[in-house]
Nanobody
């Protein structure tokens, strides 16, 4: 599966952005999906995950209540709605796909990655 994230940009603290990730290739609904991010000088970290059908989600504590992951299997797309953004949310955001059963909560649990999209939150 090939993944392409989009929707990043510059936003002020407290603002919102919606990221999209379009998938092509193999059947999108076969994969649990996730969003992960990497800030400058830091390791890549988990942000949010969603099950193959979209009925289960999981969030990192730092974004829970502010970010919402969703998917549209008919459009082969996963989304990340981000609200109340903080400067510490500044990072390159990646979408990733997981072959195995269950939700991935660590970067190593994902099998396919797309190029990231940069989100910059100014204070």
């Amino acid at each position: 599966v090939q993944l392409q994230a989009s929707g990043g940009g510059l936003v002020q603290a407290g603002g919102s952005l919606r990221l999209s990730c379009a998938a092509s290739g193999r059947t999108f609904s076969r994969y649990a999906m996730g969003w992960l991010r990497q800030a400058p000088g830091k390791e890549r970290e988990f942000v949010a995950a969603i099950s193959k059908s979209g009925d289960s989600t999981y969030y990192a504590g730092s974004v829970k209540g502010r970010f919402t992951i969703s998917r549209d299997n008919a459009k082969n797309t996963v989304y990340l709605q981000m609200k109340s953004l903080k400067p510490e949310d500044t990072a390159v955001y990646f979408c990733a796909a997981r072959r195995d059963y269950g939700l991935g909560a660590h970067p190593r649990e994902y099998d396919y990655w797309g190029p990231g999209t940069l989100v910059t939150v100014s204070s």
